[in-house]
């Protein structure tokens, strides 16, 4: 039978309840209990969503960031963060913001720096090194949240950031190498590892996505120092990768000594073949077959096809999960009641991506009979989708057809573009401007309200944001830059004004 597991879920809440309490916490509005009532009731209803699978995550719950909620079980926090005491979320919440909601001492303290997670477009607090850099373990939130989980009558996953991806995403300082930090921090991991075994885990997932990137020697070394630092630990360990093939690392991951691996099968399927093949026998694969980072239908029929032929050689030993964690995509798409019915049957969000790992589940082990009808009405999404004119409009599918390879040939060389450029562009060798947008100030949030209710006229509402460019562009040649920007006024979310002067957003 094939196991089916999900990476993790999506914690803002179905109607952003999360983010809402976040800001209440910080303005003083609501106290720490209540938030934590709020991240407890939403687990809750995320692992209710869940319950459904063999194993569910646990740890994948954040009230502001995965990779600070790892600093914290490692004991790894800025000395900064600490001065003054306060409770652990004060001391959360300075690292994160700078300040926390209780303590308005903490105003001047900075707080840690953020960068994108990998080539999505979420952001994590970096881990700070230097040479005093210590590690002492914190197990409590993961303690809590599998009793939390065991309590709904369900088998818990927990979900950790594993060692060398942790010091890879760091920042160090003091010319040190993050990895000299290594033989610091395997205790601690071991340690933690010894605590999950001890309340009955049987299964963590260790995420080490940097094994998609490319490593050097000692990197790649350390992996090896690492794992079989670990391999004589309790739990079994699912060492888990996504976004992107594993290439040259390939053959590394299948040889770790770990009790499975996790192939993001969206991003590499022409590694999963090779990955079976290498795997050693008493180790598990498991694969994600549902794309974690987009809204769309998975085509079942189509996974299917090349999911059987895995499952009769793999037998047990293939487990089925999201690419990687759903924390990309939104929560439930029956939240969304204005989409137009074509449109919305195309879709996918997370709790939908789950059915359809269910439904890839029931096909393997009982036979596509079984889920005939799912089928069928999945495969004639997909086609809706592919032959509708509306995300095929046949001005775009006619110039498509008429590009040649001409069309990505420059017309000149560098010197004569350069030229052609420079003569109503008289700049300086050095020449400077602004990224581009100025700040949206309260004058055009008000302005744009009022036009949104019809209290001004299109006329007037464009004068304002003319006026409001206009003072843009003199603060700018009274500091004397060389190349101006308009100030992006007129816009109000990057996105949304974007969406809105484009065809084929809903």
């Given at each position: 039978?094939?196991?089916?597991?999900?990476?993790?879920?999506?914690?803002?809440?179905?109607?952003?309840e999360l983010k809402f309490a976040l800001e209440a916490f910080w303005q003083g509005r609501i106290t720490e209990s209540e938030l934590t009532k709020t991240g407890t009731r939403l687990r809750q209803e995320n692992?209710?969503?869940?319950?459904?699978?063999?194993?569910?995550?646990?740890?994948?719950?954040?009230?502001?960031?995965?990779?600070?909620?790892?600093?914290?079980?490692?004991?790894?926090?800025?000395?900064?963060?600490?001065?003054?005491?306060?409770?652990?979320?004060?001391?959360?919440?300075?690292?994160?913001?700078?300040?926390?909601?209780?303590?308005?001492?903490?105003?001047?303290?900075?707080?840690?720096?953020?960068?994108?997670?990998?080539?999505?477009?979420?952001?994590?607090?970096?881990?700070?090194?230097?040479?005093?850099?210590?590690?002492?373990?914190?197990?409590?939130?993961?303690?809590?949240?599998?009793?939390?989980?065991?309590?709904?009558?369900?088998?818990?996953?927990?979900?950790?950031?594993?060692?060398?991806?942790?010091?890879?995403?760091?920042?160090?300082?003091?010319?040190?190498?993050?990895?000299?930090?290594?033989?610091?921090?395997?205790?601690?991991?071991?340690?933690?590892?010894?605590?999950?075994?001890?309340?009955?885990?049987?299964?963590?997932?260790?995420?080490?996505?940097?094994?998609?990137t490319e490593l050097d020697l000692t990197w790649r070394h350390a992996f090896n120092l690492a794992y079989h630092h670990l391999k004589t630990t309790a739990p079994k360990l699912l060492l888990t990768t996504y976004?992107?093939?594993?290439?040259?690392?390939?053959?590394?991951?299948?040889?770790?000594?770990?009790?499975?691996?996790?192939?993001?099968?969206?991003?590499?399927?022409?590694?999963?073949?090779?990955?079976?093949?290498?795997?050693?026998?008493?180790?598990?694969?498991?694969?994600?077959?549902?794309?974690?980072?987009?809204?769309?239908?998975?085509?079942?029929?189509?996974?299917?096809?090349?999911?059987?032929?895995?499952?009769?050689?793999?037998?047990?030993?293939?487990?089925?999960?999201?690419?990687?964690?759903?924390?990309?995509?939104?929560?439930?798409?029956?939240?969304?009641?204005?989409?137009?019915?074509?449109?919305?049957?195309?879709?996918?969000?997370?709790?939908?991506?789950?059915?359809?790992?269910?439904?890839?589940?029931?096909?393997?082990?009982?036979?596509?009979?079984?889920?005939?009808?799912?089928?069928?009405?999945?495969?004639?999404?997909?086609?809706?989708?592919?032959?509708?004119?509306?995300?095929?409009?046949?001005?775009?599918?006619?110039?498509?057809?008429?590009?040649?390879?001409?069309?990505?040939?420059?017309?000149?060389?560098?010197?004569?573009?350069?030229?052609?450029?420079?003569?109503?562009?008289?700049?300086?060798?050095?020449?400077?401007?602004?990224?581009?947008?100025?700040?949206?100030?309260?004058?055009?949030?008000?302005?744009?309200?009022?036009?949104?209710?019809?209290?001004?006229?299109?006329?007037?509402?464009?004068?304002?944001?003319?006026?409001?460019?206009?003072?843009?562009?003199?603060?700018?040649?009274?500091?004397?830059?060389?190349?101006?920007?308009?100030?992006?006024?007129?816009?109000?979310?990057?996105?949304?004004?974007?969406?809105?002067?484009?065809?084929?957003?809903?």
């Amino acid at each position: 039978m094939v196991t089916t597991h999900n990476l993790g879920f999506p914690r803002i809440g179905k109607q952003r309840e999360l983010k809402f309490a976040l800001e209440a916490f910080w303005q003083g509005r609501i106290t720490e209990s209540e938030l934590t009532k709020t991240g407890t009731r939403l687990r809750q209803e995320n692992w209710h969503a869940q319950s459904q699978f063999d194993l569910v995550p646990v740890g994948d719950f954040s009230l502001y960031d995965q990779v600070l909620d790892m600093s914290f079980t490692l004991g790894h926090l800025p000395e900064r963060a600490r001065k003054g005491g306060g409770a652990t979320l004060d001391q959360y919440f300075r690292v994160a913001r700078g300040r926390s909601a209780n303590d308005d001492a903490c105003q001047s303290i900075h707080a840690g720096a953020m960068t994108k997670w990998f080539d999505t477009n979420y952001h994590y607090i970096v881990p700070e090194f230097d040479a005093t850099t210590t590690f002492s373990l914190n197990p409590e939130r993961l303690r809590a949240q599998i009793t939390e989980a065991k309590n709904q009558g369900l088998t818990p996953k927990p979900v950790i950031i594993g060692p060398i991806t942790y010091l890879w995403l760091g920042r160090a300082k003091d010319d040190i190498n993050p990895l000299d930090l290594l033989d610091r921090l395997l205790p601690v991991y071991a340690e933690l590892l010894e605590h999950l075994a001890e309340q009955g885990i049987d299964w963590v997932q260790v995420d080490e996505p940097i094994l998609v990137t490319e490593l050097d020697l000692t990197w790649r070394h350390a992996f090896n120092l690492a794992y079989h630092h670990l391999k004589t630990t309790a739990p079994k360990l699912l060492l888990t990768t996504y976004f992107g093939d594993l290439r040259e690392n390939l053959q590394l991951a299948c040889d770790l000594p770990v009790a499975g691996l996790h192939l993001d099968a969206i991003s590499a399927p022409q590694e999963v073949s090779r990955v079976a093949d290498w795997l050693a026998p008493h180790k598990i694969l498991s694969v994600g077959v549902v794309n974690g980072r987009n809204i769309w239908r998975t085509d079942l029929n189509r996974t299917l096809d090349w999911l059987e032929p895995l499952h009769e050689k793999l037998g047990n030993r293939l487990w089925l999960a999201p690419s990687c964690s759903l924390l990309h995509v939104p929560v439930d798409l029956e939240s969304e009641q204005q989409l137009d019915a074509e449109v919305k049957a195309w879709l996918a969000f997370a709790v939908q991506k789950l059915e359809e790992l269910t439904t890839l589940a029931r096909a393997l082990n009982l036979g596509r009979d079984a889920v005939k009808d799912v089928l069928a009405k999945n495969a004639s999404a997909v086609r809706s989708r592919q032959h509708s004119v509306r995300a095929n409009p046949a001005a775009a599918t006619q110039a498509l057809q008429n590009l040649d390879s001409s069309a990505g040939c420059r017309k000149s060389a560098y010197h004569a573009r350069r030229e052609i450029q420079r003569r109503p562009l008289p700049l300086p060798p050095y020449p400077t401007t602004t990224i581009g947008s100025f700040p949206q100030t309260q004058e055009i949030r008000k302005a744009r309200q009022q036009f949104r209710k019809g209290a001004l006229t299109e006329a007037d509402y464009t004068a304002r944001i003319r006026n409001e460019i206009a003072d843009c562009i003199r603060r700018q040649e009274e500091l004397g830059l060389d190349v101006l920007v308009h100030g992006e006024a007129e816009r109000n979310d990057m996105v949304e004004y974007f969406g809105e002067h484009l065809e084929g957003y809903a």
